[in-house]
């Protein structure tokens, strides 16, 4: 099993600023991509941005030029650099895992409980 903790969320005013970072442990499991979803209220669970192992990165095309993901591979964290907010950016922000499990090559992926992003005047 891998394990996701995240931290940071809350709310902030239009324009402003917030960080996620999210810590993964698991034994015999390597972490190959890590990212964050959000799902407002009454829509999908949507992709924000993802990072390989290798560094490659992947942005939805709303947070483009706005948030920076990063991550750390010795010690499994990914964060989300979250900037320019917009209300539309308001929703449950997850952390997500895809990892392989070191004996079998079995990929599994993995949710973190996810944390509140509002962004309100």
Request: aromatic share 10%; charged share 15%.
């Amino acid at each position: 099993q891998v394990q996701l903790v995240e931290s940071g969320g809350g709310l902030v005013q239009p324009g402003g600023s917030l960080a996620l970072s999210c810590a993964a442990s698991g034994k015999m499991f390597k972490i190959k991509v890590m990212g964050w979803y959000r799902q407002a209220p009454g829509k999908q669970r949507e992709l924000v941005a993802a990072i390989s192992s290798e560094g490659s990165t992947n942005y939805a095309d709303s947070v483009k030029g706005r948030f920076t993901i990063s991550r750390d591979n010795a010690k499994n964290t990914v964060a989300l650099q979250m900037n320019s907010l917009k209300p539309e950016d308001t929703a449950v922000y997850y952390c997500n895992a895809l990892a392989m499990r070191i004996i079998t090559g079995y990929e599994y992926d993995y949710w973190g409980q996810g944390t509140q992003v509002t962004v309100s005047s």
